[in-house]
Each structure stands twice: as structure tokens, then as C-alpha cells.
């Protein structure tokens, strides 16, 4: 095993593979950024940036992690002259030209939902990210920026972040995601998601949608005047006609007014939840996929469990990088430091993703741990071990006890093994 010296030429060698530190440097130029030739150029100062996210150590110790001899105000000064569409640039670059290449019926599955996460409580950042709506007011809060992302379901990429303050709603910007999902895709999304806006834009850009459906937007029967039922196309399968009721607040008179004359005929399926211990729990989607031969409603149930992948992704980006609590100090420091965190995710995938095709498993099976600690502590040309495959596991329902029990939850008095019961199990 190598030294932690040696990191940096690891992380550079899978950096080159994506866009060499001549094109940093074209990029910078096209950006009219200016930068002398000296030790921290900016090629190496986002070597430095993505090491310094991996190792998890502060910018004293970056000098001896890389064996580069910098100070810190050096590295810290370097990392504010780089310009943030740089970053983005880096991002759109580190995300495969082929997403995903497991297809569903021919459609590249994509992926979309937000997460929250913590900065410094900074004036400049409570007053541009603002605090959650539980937390206003107290003394130890911290400033809560939102993260909408859109990411590949087969190869777990990110392929593009939206940041947003804590009072913005993540529905509100999911349309400008849409642009990056291209045709011959399906996405899918929560409950929180979904509107007839965003699945009538989803329709003229030609692509197609699966939705969970909440409780007040199910049509039932003759329903409510902009949601009917057409057509019964099996058991709990229908056919259901949405129409335009009012203008959302986040969409434009502009945009709004070729969506305002239009009816979409989309198919509602319904299904039970069985959980032993539990109730049962009815829960609906809503897709675009309107043929029943076609695409059964049995596999597009299936299909919409691995909606959950996301929240396993976003486990990743937080708690094994690390991304729950930012370091940066300022509004920019802040948005580059998230870039820079979905670019060391994006290289983590790749290098799962090598090892997924050299071991004929999934990529998601790859374990993201494992991945992250060869690209760590690897010599650079090695090449990539058998990384350990994670097994298939099914989502357990725990009982909702704790050791230390309280007011909302029940003592747990046994081991929680013994308690933990079986997966729920779908029906129609």
C-alpha cells in the first residue's frame, strides 16, 4: 500500500483520463481567466481540491498528504482565483458520453430528488441560503442549502446539481433538469415532484415520466374536473385524462400558455403495500408509459422501487465523502466546494464502474467504500483490484424502537436482528 503522497498522482491519473491539465488550462483561458505558470496552476489546484475532499484533512496538512510544499493561505488563495464555471465545466466532463448502459425497454433511466445540507453560520450565507423553517430564530442553527441532482439509475453519475436556498422548493426547479435527461429517457421521481406542468413539459420535449402519485391528485371515477378516468386497462390500471387547472407560481406566463390548451392521457396504477406488523398502505404512480402489452404494470412497479437507489447515492455523497457539513466560507466557496464534491463522486463511479465490468456485476453492487479507498491509497498504474461486491439486500422494516426510549418511540428491550421483520411485499 502506498503512502498518502502518492494520492495526488492517483487522483490526477483519473482526473487526465477525463480532461488533461492542458485543457484545465484552455478552459481557464476560454473563460478569460488569468493565472501565471507557477506551482499552483489551476490544473493542480483542483488536483489539490479533490484531494483534499478524499483525505478529509484541513489545508495545514494538504501539504503533507500531497508532498507538495505550499502553505495553507497559498492552496487557500489558489482554490478562491478559480473561476466556478471551470467546475462545471469539470462535471458536465465527468459523466460518460453513454449513461447507463442497462436500458429498461430501451430508455435510459434517469433519476431526480434533493437533498439538504449544512454550512458555516456565516451572515453572508444565512442571508443567501437562508435557515430551515424548524430553526429560525435559535441560536446554534446553521444555514440549510437545498441540492436538486439529477443522476444516471444504472452507473449512479451525476449529471447535473441545481443549489438552492432553504425556502425553495425543489419542484420548482425540477423543469430545468429536463434539459440535461434527453430523448429515449424515463424519469423518475417522488411524490414531491409531481404536477401536470412538469409532466406536460416532459411531453414536448419527448420524454417520458414515472411519478409517485400523492393522495389528493388520484383520480377516482369521474374525479375531479381536471383529472376523469378514460379507460380501464386491467386490475387497479387505468387510463386517466389530465387537463390544465391553474397557473403554478414558479412556471412563467410565457411557458405557461402552450401548456394552458392541453390534455394529457396518462395511466394510473394502483397497488397495496403489505407489511407484516403494519397496515396496509395503498400507493399510486403515474407515467407517460400508456400501453399495457407493452409495459406491464407489474414491472413498472418494479421499476419504481429503484427510485430508492437515489437515496443511496446521496448516502454515499454525504456521509462517505463527507458532503453533510461544508467548509467553505462564502456564497462561491460554498457553490464550488458542491461541484467539486459531485466531481470526486463522479470519478469514485467511474472507477466502480471498471470494476463492475471487470467482475460481470452491477455497478450499483460495487462498494462505494472500497472504490473510494483504492482511488485513496492505490500507486499510480495499478491497476484496479477486485473490488468487494456488496450482496443483493431488500429494504428491511425495522420496528420503530430506540435504546434510549422517549415520548415517540417505544424502548427497544431486544436485539434489534431478532425484531427487524420481513420486506414488505407488493400486490395490486
Same mark, same amino acid.
Given at each position: 500500500m502506498a503512502n498518502l503522497s502518492c494520492s495526488l498522482l492517483q487522483v490526477k491519473a483519473q482526473l487526465h483520463r477525463l480532461v488533461s491539465d492542458r485543457q484545465i488550462h484552455q478552459i481557464c483561458d476560454g473563460l478569460h481567466h488569468q493565472w501565471r505558470d507557477r506551482v499552483l496552476n489551476p490544473a493542480l489546484t483542483v488536483q489539490l481540491f479533490l484531494l483534499q475532499l478524499l483525505s478529509k484533512v484541513a489545508l495545514e496538512g494538504l501539504r503533507h498528504v500531497s508532498a507538495v510544499s505550499v502553505s495553507a493561505q497559498a492552496i487557500c488563495k489558489a482554490k478562491m482565483r478559480l473561476p466556478l464555471q471551470l467546475f462545471i465545466e469539470l462535471v458536465s466532463r465527468s459523466v460518460p458520453g453513454k449513461p447507463g448502459e442497462s436500458r429498461w425497454h430501451g430508455f435510459v433511466v434517469y433519476l431526480a430528488d434533493g437533498?439538504?445540507?449544512?454550512?458555516?453560520?456565516?451572515?453572508?450565507?444565512?442571508?443567501?441560503?437562508?435557515?430551515?423553517?424548524?430553526?429560525?430564530?435559535?441560536?446554534?442553527?446553521?444555514?440549510?442549502?437545498?441540492?436538486?441532482?439529477?443522476?444516471?439509475?444504472?452507473?449512479?453519475?451525476?449529471?447535473?446539481?441545481?443549489?438552492?436556498?432553504?425556502?425553495?422548493?425543489?419542484?420548482?426547479?425540477?423543469?430545468?433538469?429536463?434539459? /440535461?435527461?434527453? +430523448?429515449? &429517457?424515463? $424519469?423518475?421521481?417522488? *411524490?414531491?415532484?409531481?404536477?401536470?406542468?412538469?409532466?406536460?413539459? !416532459?411531453?414536448?420535449?419527448?420524454?417520458?415520466?414515472?411519478?409517485?402519485?400523492?393522495?389528493?391528485?388520484?383520480?377516482?371515477?369521474?374525479?375531479?374536473?381536471?383529472?376523469?378516468?378514460?379507460?380501464?386497462?386491467?386490475?387497479?390500471?387505468?387510463?386517466?385524462?389530465?387537463? /390544465?387547472?391553474? +397557473?403554478? &407560481?414558479? $412556471?412563467?406566463?410565457? *411557458?405557461?400558455?402552450?401548456?394552458?390548451?392541453?390534455?394529457?392521457? !396518462?395511466?394510473?396504477?394502483?397497488?397495496?403495500?403489505?407489511?407484516?406488523?403494519?397496515?396496509?398502505?395503498?400507493?399510486?404512480?403515474?407515467?407517460?408509459?400508456?400501453?399495457?402489452?407493452?409495459?406491464?404494470?407489474?414491472?413498472?412497479?418494479?421499476?419504481?422501487?429503484?427510485?430508492?437507489?437515489?437515496?443511496?447515492?446521496?448516502?454515499?455523497?454525504? *456521509?462517505?465523502?463527507?458532503?453533510?457539513?461544508?467548509?467553505?466560507?462564502?456564497?462561491?466557496?460554498?457553490?464550488?466546494?458542491?461541484?467539486?464534491?459531485?466531481?470526486?463522486?463522479?470519478?469514485?463511479?467511474?472507477?466502480?464502474?471498471?470494476a463492475a465490468a471487470q467482475q460481470q456485476v452491477a455497478a450499483d453492487r460495487v462498494s462505494f467504500v472500497d472504490a473510494l479507498r483504492w482511488l485513496l491509497y492505490a500507486s499510480p498504474g495499478d491497476a484496479i483490484p477486485r473490488l468487494k461486491v456488496n450482496p443483493i439486500r431488500r429494504r428491511p422494516s425495522p420496528p420503530r424502537r430506540i435504546k434510549c426510549g422517549r415520548h415517540r418511540f417505544p424502548q427497544l428491550n431486544e436485539s434489534r436482528e431478532r425484531l427487524c421483520k420481513p420486506p414488505c411485499q407488493v400486490k395490486l
Open positions: 437533498m439538504s445540507f449544512l454550512i458555516p453560520d456565516k451572515p453572508a450565507l444565512a442571508k443567501r441560503f437562508g435557515r430551515a423553517s424548524n430553526q429560525r430564530g435559535a441560536s446554534n442553527s446553521y444555514p440549510v442549502p437545498k441540492l436538486l441532482a439529477l443522476m444516471d439509475c444504472a452507473g449512479g453519475y451525476i449529471q447535473k446539481v441545481i443549489n438552492l436556498p432553504a425556502h425553495r422548493q425543489e419542484f420548482t426547479c425540477l423543469s430545468r433538469l429536463f434539459a /440535461a435527461v434527453g +430523448r429515449e &429517457a424515463l $424519469l423518475l421521481g417522488d *411524490r414531491g415532484l409531481v404536477s401536470f406542468a412538469h409532466l406536460a413539459l !416532459l411531453s414536448i420535449m419527448s420524454i417520458q415520466g414515472c411519478f409517485r402519485l400523492p393522495y389528493w391528485q388520484v383520480a377516482f371515477g369521474r374525479g375531479r374536473p381536471s383529472r376523469r378516468v378514460i379507460r380501464h386497462l386491467g386490475k387497479q390500471d387505468v387510463l386517466v385524462r389530465w387537463s /390544465a387547472s391553474q +397557473r403554478p &407560481a414558479w $412556471l412563467s406566463v410565457k *411557458r405557461w400558455a402552450p401548456l394552458a390548451r392541453m390534455e394529457l392521457t !396518462l395511466r394510473q396504477i394502483s397497488y397495496r403495500v403489505h407489511r407484516p406488523g403494519f397496515r396496509v398502505q395503498w400507493a399510486w404512480i403515474i407515467t407517460t408509459l400508456t400501453d399495457p402489452q407493452k409495459y406491464p404494470a407489474t414491472e413498472l412497479i418494479a421499476l419504481y422501487e429503484k427510485r430508492w437507489q437515489i437515496e443511496v447515492y446521496f448516502r454515499d455523497l454525504k *456521509r462517505t465523502l463527507g458532503m453533510h457539513m461544508i467548509a467553505a466560507q462564502t456564497v462561491e466557496g460554498v457553490r464550488k466546494e458542491i461541484l467539486a464534491f459531485v466531481l470526486l463522486y463522479n470519478l469514485i463511479r467511474r472507477v466502480m464502474g471498471q
